[in-house]
């Protein structure tokens, strides 16, 4: 085997078992939040309110306080246009949004992403709820609400009184989400 040869394929290698390790700690994180406690967790309170103190820009670069949103059942959602799994829950968003949208629930997306790719997928599949950019500093808002893993799609879920109730790291849908989001409407 050539230096060269030798050389890539222990970056390879190397690139495997990173990758291998970096999935193995994501599935133990995913596990562990997958069905998250909420208010009840210590620090919610504080992750809530660092939430509501919130404000980052829409895809057209208007600031957004996430307060606007308080007083209704706010379902924040961390996803980026590059993560399948985000892409594929975002359709059963849309739909609930639709169905519970007049009763009190608002969808809040949060897309670690550029603004322009956002327009762009919120204009191809339809979303009908508000849509927050950020950069890679927004996961610290993850963190704060346990997604310890920086992991997407990642969802927060808050009663009307602003309290989060619900964390989930990985695809939230109709089947899953419908019967909190009843209990909380």
């Known amino acids: 085997m050539t230096p060269v040869l030798r050389r890539r394929a222990l970056l390879a290698a190397a690139g495997a078992a990173a990758a291998s390790a970096g999935l193995a700690g994501g599935w133990v994180t995913w596990r562990r939040l997958r069905d998250g406690a909420g208010s009840d967790t210590p620090g919610m309170a504080e992750a809530a309110a660092a939430f509501f103190a919130t404000t980052l820009p829409d895809p057209d670069g208007t600031p957004q306080a996430f307060a606007q949103w308080k007083g209704r ?5 961390f996803w980026a246009t590059w993560c399948v799994p985000c892409r594929e829950e975002m359709p059963h968003f849309v739909k609930m949004q639709d169905r519970y949208g007049e009763r009190g629930l608002t969808f809040v997306g949060i897309a670690i992403d550029r603004a322009e790719r956002v327009s762009r ?26 997604n310890l893993g920086d992991l997407l799609p990642y969802t927060v879920i808050f009663d009307r009184s602003g309290k989060i109730v619900a964390r989930r790291a990985g695809i939230y849908t109709e089947a899953t989400l419908s019967p909190l989001i009843e209990k909380l409407l």
Request: zero cysteines; a neutral charge; aromatic letters at 10%.
């Open 121 to 146: 997928f919120a204009k191809e599949i339809g979303v009908n709820y508000p849509l927050l950019v950020g950069d890679m500093s927004v996961f610290d808002l993850a963190r704060k609400a346990g």
């Open 73 to 77: 059942v706010i379902v924040a959602n």
